[in-house]
C-alpha cells in the first residue's frame, strides 16, 4: 500500500533569505549596476511580455477549435479545409510571434542592457 503525500509544504530556507530584505538590490549596487526602476524600459518590456502571453493564450484557443471543427467534420471537406486553414494559419502566428519575441529579446538584453531578476517582494532591473 502505496501512501501519498502532499508536498507543497516543503520549502527551501535558503531561497527565501535570498530575496528577502532587498539583497537583490544591495548586492546589484555594490556590484555598480542601475536598479532603480524610473526606467521606462522595464514598463515596456512588462507589457511587451503580456501581450505575447496573451497571444499564446490565442493562438492555443484557435488550435483546439479547429481540432474540434476537424473532428466533428464529418466526411465535409469544407469545414476539414476551413480547420486546416486555421492551423496552418496559426502556426505561422506563433513563428511570427516567436521571432517578434527574439527580436525584442535581443534589443532589450543586448542593445541596452536590461536584466530581469525576478523577487518575491518587488521586480528589479539591473541596467548596465
Same mark, same amino acid.
Given at each position: 500500500?502505496?501512501?501519498?503525500?502532499?508536498?507543497?509544504?516543503?520549502?527551501?530556507?535558503?531561497?527565501?533569505?535570498?530575496?528577502?530584505?532587498n539583497?537583490?538590490?544591495?548586492?546589484?549596487?555594490?556590484?555598480?549596476?542601475?536598479?532603480?526602476?524610473?526606467?521606462?524600459l522595464p @514598463?515596456?518590456?512588462? #507589457? *511587451?511580455?503580456?501581450? !505575447?502571453?496573451?497571444?499564446?493564450? /490565442? %493562438?492555443?484557443v484557435?488550435?483546439?477549435?479547429?481540432?474540434?471543427?476537424?473532428?466533428?467534420?464529418?466526411?465535409?471537406?469544407?469545414q476539414v479545409?476551413?480547420a486546416?486553414?486555421?492551423i496552418q494559419?496559426s502556426? @505561422?502566428?506563433?513563428? #511570427? *510571434?516567436?521571432?517578434? !519575441?527574439?527580436?525584442?529579446y535581443? /534589443? %532589450?538584453?543586448?542593445?541596452?542592457?536590461?536584466?530581469?531578476v525576478?523577487?518575491?517582494?518587488r521586480?528589479?532591473?539591473?541596467?548596465t
Amino acid at each position: 500500500m502505496t501512501i501519498i503525500m502532499p508536498l507543497h509544504f516543503i520549502t527551501a530556507q535558503g531561497i527565501k533569505d535570498a530575496f528577502s530584505d532587498n539583497t537583490i538590490k544591495t548586492t546589484g549596487k555594490a556590484a555598480g549596476y542601475d536598479t532603480t526602476k524610473d526606467s521606462v524600459l522595464p @514598463i515596456v518590456a512588462n #507589457i *511587451v511580455n503580456i501581450v !505575447y502571453g496573451l497571444i499564446g493564450v /490565442i %493562438f492555443f484557443v484557435l488550435i483546439i477549435y479547429a481540432g474540434i471543427l476537424w473532428m466533428t467534420a464529418g466526411g465535409n471537406d469544407t469545414q476539414v479545409k476551413k480547420a486546416q486553414n486555421i492551423i496552418q494559419r496559426s502556426a @505561422i502566428g506563433l513563428l #511570427i *510571434v516567436v521571432l517578434a !519575441y527574439a527580436i525584442t529579446y535581443f /534589443i %532589450f538584453n543586448v542593445v541596452f542592457r536590461v536584466h530581469y531578476v525576478p523577487s518575491n517582494i518587488r521586480d528589479y532591473y539591473i541596467t548596465t
